[in-house]
């Protein structure tokens, strides 16, 4: 059987990043059976596995983290403020529910780092020459084109 990957957890939290850890007890766990294929032990096991989050009410997150993670994400937060995260990648309980928490550390890695603000700038002389002269080159070619007398 395939090794299992653990997620980065550690004496019950789930370790995202070096300022972000969420203790294990703040998630839910539930099981379902899977779908596809699973042989002779299909309609007995139930492998899939949902985590549920609160993260509106989470005090792991600060108000910032927790705002990008629900602009970012918020078609996985349902009404009531959980998020959900789905696996059924194994047909091993552990190995999915191991998957559930690398699935969540990895988006909530992703907008970790606010984004960057947006310096304007302004063109510069050569780009608006540049600019100036492809455009005079594109109105003489429509010039070229046209029937002699047309014009007037």
Not at 65 to 70: C, E, I, K, S, Y
Not at 128 to 147: C, V
Request: aromatic residues 4%.
């Amino acid at each position: 059987m395939a090794a299992t990957h653990t997620p980065p957890a550690s004496d019950g939290h789930l370790i995202v990043d070096s300022r972000v850890s969420i203790p294990l007890t703040e998630f839910d766990f539930e099981y379902m059976r899977s779908s596809g294929p699973g042989g002779q032990k299909v309609n007995k096991t139930s492998t899939k596995v949902r985590l549920r989050w609160s993260v509106v009410d989470s005090p792991s997150l600060d108000e910032a983290l927790r705002q990008r993670v629900g602009e970012t994400f918020r078609t996985r937060i349902t009404a009531d403020g959980e998020f959900l995260v789905t696996s059924q990648r194994t047909r091993d309980r552990e190995a999915n529910r191991s998957d559930c928490l690398e699935k969540l550390a990895e988006m909530i890695r992703q907008v970790s780092t606010p984004p960057r603000k947006r310096r304007p700038t302004r063109p510069t002389r050569a780009s608006k020459e540049r600019r100036l002269k492809q455009k005079k080159q594109r109105s003489r070619r429509k010039q070229m084109r046209a029937r002699p007398g047309d014009g007037e």
